[in-house]
């Protein structure tokens, strides 16, 4: 490549394969990168619709970022895609990922089945979770974080997606700014669940990238948040109302026996695409 103007698409990939990476990796940030920067779908690209010079070299200069030091695209950029919208990211936020959206999915279906009004989001991060939850049904959110920079990017994102008076954020470490009479009629976390001595064998890029108040649990097993939330849950659910989960690989039947000695009912694990537990959710039962 001897100018900007003669960079192509694959010779982008063959510097990600370069780099370690699968082509389909490859092909997959570089037109996330094409359409964050340019707005430019991988469509209009076969049609013949090419990105402006000055997108080409942003293109360019996010993919050098991302080989020299395997920052996630997605902060490169400051924007993921979550259930088909875009959602502003930092370094100060999880990076959505697709395991989530059945989390969500899972949670809108029995929203809309109960006619559920008031949602809790525990640790809501971009405020993904709570902003599609609040999109996708009747309901009012509210997403609590320890992060005041988590929050500002989340306050943005329902901002962004009309979503204001329907997504709703506050600090509080888990329940320690939710007053004794509000009431929600289900809850609903994807809590930190790696445990800290875990760190080292993370990938680089979540291991030196995203925020790890997120991430680490301090005991040994993750499960340190998934008791905290379900021993107290009670106290802020309605009657039959519902607590649901986002689990590790190894942890939904775990999650499942804490979420049942906390007087929780009818609990269901969920499979993701890959076959791995990854959603558990349950009814009080009191």
Do not use: W
């Amino acid at each position: 490549m001897n100018t900007i103007r003669d960079l192509k698409k694959s010779d982008l990939i063959k510097a990600y394969i370069d780099s370690g990476f699968s082509a389909e990796t490859a092909a997959a940030e570089i037109d996330f990168a094409i359409e964050i920067i340019s707005g430019l779908t991988p469509k209009d690209l076969i049609v013949g619709i090419m990105p402006s010079l000055k997108d080409l070299q942003k293109i360019y200069d996010a993919v050098q970022t991302r080989l020299s030091t395997r920052q996630p695209m997605a902060q490169i950029l400051g924007y993921a895609f979550f259930m088909g919208n875009k959602f502003e990211v930092s370094i100060n936020t999880l990076i959505p990922r697709p395991e989530t959206e059945l989390l969500v999915r899972k949670a809108i279906d029995i929203i809309k089945e109960k006619d559920f009004k008031q949602i809790l989001d525990i640790g809501t991060g971009s405020g993904c979770i709570a902003c599609m939850i609040a999109k996708n049904t009747r309901s009012q959110v509210l997403g609590v974080d320890v992060s005041n920079d988590a929050l500002k990017i989340a306050l943005n994102n329902a901002m962004h997606l009309d979503l204001m008076n329907r997504a709703l954020f506050r600090k509080s470490d888990l329940f320690s700014k939710i007053r004794e009479d509000e009431k929600f009629d289900m809850i609903v976390s994807n809590p930190p669940y790696i445990p800290l001595k875990d760190r080292p064998h993370l990938q680089i890029e979540v291991r030196d990238f995203e925020p790890e108040t997120a991430l680490y649990t301090q005991d040994d097993s993750g499960l340190e948040y998934y008791e905290k939330i379900s021993s107290k849950a009670h106290q802020y659910l309605n009657t039959n109302g519902y607590l649901a989960f986002e689990t590790g690989d190894t942890q939904a039947e775990k999650v499942k026996a804490i979420m049942t000695d906390c007087a929780f009912k009818n609990i269901e694990i969920l499979k993701d695409v890959t076959g791995i537990q990854r959603v558990v959710c349950g009814v009080l039962n009191i």
